[in-house]
């Protein structure tokens, strides 16, 4: 695997690897990226095999110009209530972490979009992602770099540690800001929330109006599903157990989480000071040297603050996962903004155990 820097030089040389119909790793403002040219089967197909990601789950494109939406979106047939929304949300939030669903057009391949008549669009605000974009083909089609049902990665080494060699090429743009993925909104018949990420529903919903709630059939479903093939699924990576870390994580709400009793052997992911600082007087975590609770005693945000503990989410469960605890304690967090997000990602990962 080629390992670039995000200077000029290096993300040309990235575009070029891509048109090559090769892959390549990069970083965007909510998680880490494979890319592929959208347009090119082969390189999508190698996307699946290399995440171990079944065929039915169709991954996200990328664009860096309005231009490209209409290559890729066919918007003939919408109302006009539903294009007003979706130009009142593509100037509030794109370029950001926001993904639309929209009619395809018969040019994108169907292996992009898992058979679906729609395609899911995405422009991200990362300088990175859209210089790449812009130098390579236009359109990158891009599921999080990390395999199928694992965590998602918000570093370059998150990236090179669990798909390594199987990738032709990484650029390191250091740690992603936003640290979730983007929200995933389908526009019709109604609007609707297919993912939680990092435009609120709150977000949406002051700039739209009222978001149906997803219907949970796709968020239901299960590796049994997987294994039997038998589902229809409107958005097919809502999967159950998703986003997982490779021991058991077990979800608390503030009020359990801080009679948790202390094992040194388990990890404990605390969203704020508030709630660990009572804890550690209480146990005897307390009593832990320093060096050894770094590793097994995180805290999201200190401040209690959720864009920032959207922001460390993925690398502590990393580093949680890596450092020989036996489980981790999670807390939950105040179910607004993007902590909606956040505790999405959790129930996720602990739906796995
Ligand atoms: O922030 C992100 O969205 C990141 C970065 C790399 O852009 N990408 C990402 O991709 O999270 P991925 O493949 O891990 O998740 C894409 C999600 C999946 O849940 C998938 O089922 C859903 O988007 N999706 C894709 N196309 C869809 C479609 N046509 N209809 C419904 N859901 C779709
Ligand atoms: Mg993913």
Redesign the pocket.
């Known amino acids: 695997m080629i390992k670039l820097s995000s200077s000029s030089a290096d993300i040309e040389n990235a575009a070029g690897i891509l048109k090559s119909g090769k892959l390549v790793a990069f970083p965007?403002e909510?998680?880490?990226?494979?890319g592929a040219d959208a347009f090119n089967t082969l390189a999508l197909a190698r996307v699946f095999e290399v995440k171990g990601r079944p065929r039915f789950?169709?991954?996200?494109i990328?664009i860096a110009s309005l231009d490209f939406l209409e290559r890729i979106a066919c918007l003939d047939g919408i109302d006009s209530q539903r294009r007003e929304q979706l130009y009142l949300l593509i100037d509030s939030f794109w370029p950001g972490?926001l993904?639309l669903?929209l009619p395809?057009r018969k040019e994108v391949p169907d292996l992009a979009?898992?058979g679906?008549p729609?395609?899911?669009i995405?422009f991200?605000s990362h300088p990175i992602a859209r210089a790449l974009i812009t130098l390579s083909t236009g359109a990158i089609a891009?599921?999080?770099?990390n395999p199928f049902g694992r965590l998602?990665p918000s570093k370059a080494e998150h990236v090179i540690e669990t798909l390594g060699d199987s990738i032709d090429c990484i650029i390191d743009g250091g740690p992603c800001p936003v640290g979730v993925?983007?929200t995933?909104l389908?526009l019709l018949p109604v609007p609707l929330i297919?993912?939680p990420?990092?435009i609120s529903r709150e977000q949406l919903e002051t700039l739209i109006g009222p978001i149906q709630e997803d219907s949970k059939d796709s968020a239901d479903l299960n590796c049994d599903h997987i294994k039997t093939g038998r589902f229809a699924a409107?958005?097919?990576?809502?999967l159950q157990s998703h986003y997982a870390p490779h021991i058991p994580l077990f979800l608390h709400s503030p009020e359990e989480m801080a009679v948790l009793p202390y094992h040194k052997k388990e990890g404990y992911l605390f969203f704020s000071a508030q709630n660990r600082e009572p804890w550690k007087c209480r146990t005897s975590a307390g009593q832990v040297p320093d060096k050894c609770k770094a590793q097994t005693i995180l805290t999201l945000s200190e401040e209690g603050n959720t864009t920032e503990a959207a922001a460390h989410l993925f690398e502590y469960l990393h580093i949680l996962d890596k450092t020989g605890v036996s489980c981790i304690h999670a807390e939950v967090l105040p179910e607004e903004g993007i902590g909606a997000a956040v505790n999405d990602r959790l129930r996720r990962a602990a739906a796995n155990h």
């Open positions: 965007t909510t998680v880490y990226g494979l789950d169709p991954l996200i990328h972490p993904t669903i395809k979009t898992a679906l729609t395609a899911a995405r991200p891009a599921p999080s770099a998602s993925e983007s995933v389908e297919r993912r990420g990092g409107p958005s097919p990576g809502m």
